[in-house]
T-cell receptor
Framework: NAGVTQTPKFRILKIGQSMTLQCTQD?????MYWYRQDPGMGLKLIYY???????DKGEVPNGYNVSRSTTEDFPLRLELAAPSQTSVYFC?????????????FGPGTRLTVL | DAKTTQPNSMESNEEEPVHLPCNHS???????IHWYRQLPSQGPEYVIH???SNVNNRMASLAIAEDRKSSTLILHRATLRDAAVYYC?????????????FGKGTKLTVNP
């Protein structure tokens, strides 16, 4: 299994541009998550999904959108990028029938907005 | 949200045991204590979790105080590969899903 994969690894955006961060998992997990990590800080939850077609906001959802059309994919959309969105973005997934859930993280996407 | 308190940094020598402390005085009866670690330039990875009893796995041991207001992650023999940021986390349940609420963690430096 590849686990959780994210693309791209790095990206530089100009202010006002848009982009989609891709996340795919091959573990048949229903739960998926998007986090951001600012320098020297812990991770903050942006959005999460408990299954295809179901998404909900986390702690810092403003400026982002998500969709979940399949179990495997959970893309994160940035509209009108701002310098405050410069961060490292991590996608994660977990089982839904094991409690507590162990989350499996991807390698991250480093985004810079100039 | 239940909060955890960890030292910002700790240092250890290779092949020596490391005890990473965590205070969680506001823990509720159903909160699990999780530990994740983040190696440089990688995503976090699960280390161990526990509820009331001490736990052991291939990576580490988790010692939980009797009143559950503190816990200690024990690496029995630190290696250079254990240099990472270690997060002590209490999960919260929201919308039917458990959430990990990350603090800043403890940065562990392992000296050769």
């Amino acid at each position: 299994n590849a686990g959780v994969t994210q693309t791209p690894k790095f990206r530089i955006l100009k202010i006002g541009q848009s982009m989609t961060l891709q996340c795919t998992q091959d573990m048949n997990h229903n739960y998926m998550y998007w986090y951001r990590q600012d320098p020297g800080m812990g991770l903050k939850l942006i959005y999460y999904s408990v299954g295809a077609g179901i998404t909900d906001k986390g702690e810092v959802p403003n400026g982002y959108n998500v969709s979940r059309s399949t179990t495997e994919d959970f893309p994160l959309r940035l509209e009108l990028a701002a310098p405050s969105q410069t961060s490292v973005y991590f996608c994660a997934s977990s089982h839904d029938y094991l409690s507590p859930n162990e989350q499996f993280f991807g390698p991250g996407t480093r985004l810079t907005v100039l | 949200d239940a909060k955890t308190t960890q030292p910002n940094s700790m240092e250890s020598n290779e092949e020596e045991p490391v005890h990473l402390p965590c205070n969680h005085s506001t823990i509720s009866g159903t909160d699990y204590i999780h530990w994740y670690r983040q190696l440089p330039s990688q995503g976090p990875e699960y280390v161990i979790h526990g509820l009331t009893s001490n736990v052991n796995n291939r990576m580490a041991s988790l010692a939980i105080a009797e009143d559950r207001k503190s816990s200690t992650l024990i690496l029995h023999r630190a290696t250079l590969r254990d240099a990472a940021v270690y997060y002590c986390i209490l999960t919260i349940t929201q919308g039917g899903s458990e959430k990990l609420v990350f603090g800043k963690g403890t940065k562990l430096t392992v000296n050769p």
